[in-house]
């Protein structure tokens, strides 16, 4: 599927802001784009981002990832607008899910916000399921922010 993948670098920052708004633009509701160039670098200290190319070489995907003791969460999972609908999201989630694999996690995490619920469906295709639910750190940027939590979702891995 990919051409290349690979871990993010502070030098990817500035290809990977604009992939990262673009594909979470439809998310209207919110009053800021998704990121920046400063939250990246941030995020990065904590966890780590992969990145996916296609054969050509361009950057069409990149994911968030954490470990947290034996479990991994992702998060911030973007695709190309130009690339969408061709397998990209669910060859990043399995990337991410095998770069948790190799580094001892047994389980999976994410959050989809409440106001995506149309993510749902997709991610208990890929044997993701609701276990809970968690304030969203950034209601404040929505526009009704009364409306917005976090549905966790897990999956066990092999």
Do not use: W
């Not at 708004?21 to 400063?38: I, L, S």
């Not at 695709?79 to 694999?101: K, T």
């Amino acid at each position: 599927m990919f051409g290349q993948l690979r871990l993010a670098t502070p030098g990817d920052v500035s290809a990977m802001v604009p992939l990262i708004n673009a594909a979470f633009a439809v998310e209207t509701f919110m009053e800021a784009p998704r990121t920046d160039a400063d939250h990246l670098p941030e995020m990065m200290e904590k966890g780590e981002f992969l990145l996916g190319y296609d054969g050509s070489g361009e950057l069409v995907a990149s994911v968030y990832v954490e470990r947290r003791g034996s479990r991994g969460y992702f998060g911030m999972l973007a695709v190309a607008v130009a690339h969408q609908g061709r397998g990209f999201a669910r060859a990043m989630v399995e990337a991410v899910e095998d770069h948790c694999r190799t580094r001892g996690c047994t389980a999976m995490d994410l959050n989809v916000l409440s106001l995506r619920g149309d993510l749902l469906p997709f991610y208990a295709r890929l044997g993701y399921h609701e276990t809970g639910v968690e304030p969203f750190p950034a209601a404040h940027l929505v526009k009704n922010e009364a409306a917005c939590h976090c549905i966790v979702m897990s999956k066990e891995l092999d």
